[in-house]
Structure formats: C-alpha cells, structure tokens
C-alpha cells in the first residue's frame, strides 16, 4: 500500500478555514485504465483559491473516493507527476514517466494520486525541472492562447508550434496585471513572436522597488512597462501618442487581469476595432466600459477561459503544450518567479494552508508552488 497525503476541502470557505490535510493509504490494486503517480510539483494559482471559496466559474465533484469522512474534493488544476505504476499493460505510460493533467480540476495538491490514464498527458521531461513543467498549463498557455487567438497572428493554424511572425516594426500589445504569471508569459511569447508590448504594472512602495520591476520585465522583452501611477494620468494619452508615432502604430489588443480602473484605462490606449480581452479580475472591481469606445471606435470586448479552449480542443492543447516546453529547454522562456512550499511527509497542514491562503494577496514575490 502507498501511503498519501491530500489537501481536501468538503465545504466553500477561505482555504485556511476549511482545508484540511488527509491521511490516506492507496490499494496496490489500481483499474486496468489508471495509473498510480507521485507528485513532484503542483502550482497555487489565483483560480484555485477561488474555487475552494465557492466563486469560481466551475465547481469541483466532491467525492469519498479517497476515504475522507464527508464527500470532498482535492484543489489543485496544476501540476506534473512521476508514474509509479500502471494499472494494465496496455497503457502507453510506463514507470518513471511525467504526466500533467489533462483533464480539469484534476486535484493537484496532494503527494500521490490515481488517475485515470486519459486524464493525463504524457510529457518530455528531458532538461526540464519539476517547476517548470507543473507551471505550464495554466499562465503561459492563457498567454499564447489569447496572443494567437486574438493577437496580429489570429487566424493562423491554431494547434500547431508557433513561428516567429516577423511583422515590421512589431505590432502592440498593452496589458496590466503584467507581472503576473499570464503577464510575463505574454511578455515572453510576444516578443518571441514580434509583437511590441505596453505593461502595466503596480506601483510598489518606493520609485526603486518599481523600477527593480520594470527592469526585470524589461529583462523578459517588455517594450515599455508603466507604472499604474502613470498609466491613469492625464498625461498618460499623450505619452502612448508619442511611443505609438503619434497614433499611427495602434494597439490592437489589450489583455485585461485585473478589471476597474485600470481595464477602462486599457480600453482607452487602443486603437480603432481593437479587442480587450479580460481573462482576470484580480482587483475583484468590475469593468466600466465608456460607451464611446464602443460606438466611435468599435473595440470588441472579449473574455478568454482557458479551461473551456482546453475542452475544445484537446490536440491544440498539446501541440501548445510542447511547444512551451520546448521554448524552456531552448531557454527561449524564463521562468515565473516562485515561492517554493515545501511538502514533506511531516509538513504540517498549518503550514500548507497558510501558504495556499496568501496566494491572492497582492505584491507576491512569487507563485505558489508546493514541492515534493
Ligand atoms: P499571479 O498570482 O501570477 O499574479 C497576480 C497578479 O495580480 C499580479 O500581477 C498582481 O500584481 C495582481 N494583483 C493582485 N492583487 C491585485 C489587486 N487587488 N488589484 C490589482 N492587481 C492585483 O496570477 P496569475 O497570472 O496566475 O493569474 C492572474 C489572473 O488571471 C487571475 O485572476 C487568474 O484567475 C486569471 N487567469 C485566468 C485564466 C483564464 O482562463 N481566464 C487562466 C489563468 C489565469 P501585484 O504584484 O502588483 O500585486
């Protein structure tokens, strides 16, 4: 028998109220259709505090199918895994191989795990680290997904690796929340893929704290990064005039994180039939949209859900998938910054809730991501 550890919740609340961690111990005898895995990393992402809570868009099946005392589900839509056994022979996984999820609302946050074998997907973990794989099917494929959905290279193929456009000059692009992970990944693919970007970031406590990050995404290809500050003064039109050559470059594409103020401001700095897609709303404001955007310059308001292009298409998902990998391994793609949260076999489920339940709070030096 293995012996497994899960973060469970049976009812919504704040993770720190209603996470608990649970013993478990699974039967050597796993489905012919399963495998048997252990966790090596599994991300903390905004979407997951939010389902635990009872606000997100989906909910997970709660079940006692792990021998918890109340029907509950394990949190967690991201992570990579080690096979440790297959249930029949038939299955093309074998010992040692790395799977993520494909299916979602899988259940990350646990140390093992059965899942069925079509529930994953089999990647190359060659030059990769555990990181860097359980981080990628959440924020860089939301970035590539909406740059090439609604980005200059829209209606290209989708589903297959992306070449570098080329473009002269460089389209742009504008979005806040760009220190995010999604940000930095949109930062990352646009500059790969030609395109200009405008990033909008928070100001931090002091002038040097901001500009350490406006370096550092300067670091990852940001064109220009503004401070909220600036980005929601008067003279902010004039500045975008002037990096834009008086308007005639326009900025075809916003990508919306974080909602209020900072989306209307957004809507504001692009140009005429521009799409804003909102994908996030970390400001829990909602988005005014000034009526005039619409009439007099037709900019299309648009929201993107990742989890609803994965349904949709599932082969696309993989080719993103590899291609993002492959990026890491050229070192073509950097990653997130993180804040490491160790799982050991003794780590207190004080310490993991406590770690889950900072994940929305702002200025974060990293993304939460439990190692095993
Ligand atoms: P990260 O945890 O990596 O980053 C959070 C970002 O939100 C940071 O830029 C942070 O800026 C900003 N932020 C935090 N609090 C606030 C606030 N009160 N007001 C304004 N900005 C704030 O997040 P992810 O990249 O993982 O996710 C970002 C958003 O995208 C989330 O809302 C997430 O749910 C959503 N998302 C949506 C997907 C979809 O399919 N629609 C897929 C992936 C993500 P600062 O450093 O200044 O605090």
């Not at 049976?10 to 111990?25: A, M, N, Q, R």
């Not at 670091?219 to 600036?230: H, K």
């Not at 809507?267 to 009526?291: I, T």
Request: charged share 20%; glycine share 12%; proline share 5%.
């Amino acid at each position: 028998y293995t012996q497994a550890k899960a973060l469970v919740y049976s009812k919504h609340g704040e993770p720190s109220d209603v996470l608990k961690l649970h013993t478990h111990s699974i039967s050597p005898s796993i489905p012919s259709s399963s495998v048997l895995v252990r966790t090596l990393a599994a991300s903390v992402n905004p979407a997951d505090i939010n389902t635990v809570q009872g606000t997100y868009g989906s909910e997970q099946p709660m079940s006692s199918l792990i021998g918890t005392s109340e029907p509950s589900a394990v949190p967690g839509n991201e992570g990579v895994f080690e096979v440790v056994s297959t249930g029949g022979s038939s299955s093309s996984l074998k010992k040692g191989d790395w799977v993520i999820p494909a299916a979602q609302q899988i259940g990350t946050w646990r140390t093992h795990a059965v899942f069925g074998a079509n529930d994953v997907l089999k990647v190359e973990k060659d030059s990769l680290t555990p990181t860097q794989v359980a981080t990628v099917s959440v924020n860089p494929c939301t970035a590539y997904r909406i740059l090439r959905e609604y980005g200059p290279s829209a209606g290209l193929k989708t589903g297959l690796p992306m070449r570098p456009l080329e473009l002269g000059g460089g389209e742009w692009f504008a979005q806040n929340g760009a220190n995010s992970g999604v940000g930095r990944a949109a930062i990352q693919f646009g500059k790969l893929w030609g395109l200009r970007s405008i990033n909008v970031i928070r100001d931090r406590d002091s002038m040097e704290e901001t500009e350490a990050l406006r370096q550092e995404l300067i670091g990852l290809g940001a064109d220009v990064v503004v401070p909220e500050s600036q980005f929601l003064s008067r003279e902010w039109k004039d500045q975008l005039a002037e990096m834009t050559r008086g308007g005639r470059e326009q900025v075809g594409l916003g990508l919306n994180c974080v909602g209020g103020k900072s989306a209307t401001a957004l809507a504001r700095s692009l140009g005429e039939g521009a799409s804003l897609v909102s994908y996030g709303g970390m400001s829990k404001q909602p988005v005014a949209l000034p009526l005039g955007l619409l009439i007099f310059k037709d900019i299309r308001f648009v929201g993107f859900w990742l989890s609803k292009w994965n349904q949709k298409d599932p082969v696309g998902r993989k080719h993103m998938v590899d291609d993002i990998l492959n990026l890491m391994r050229l070192g073509h793609f950097k990653d997130v910054p993180v804040d490491e949260i160790e799982w050991k076999w003794d780590t207190e489920e004080a310490a993991l809730k406590e770690a889950v339940q900072g994940t929305l709070k702002g200025f974060r030096k990293g993304k939460g991501v439990f190692l095993f």
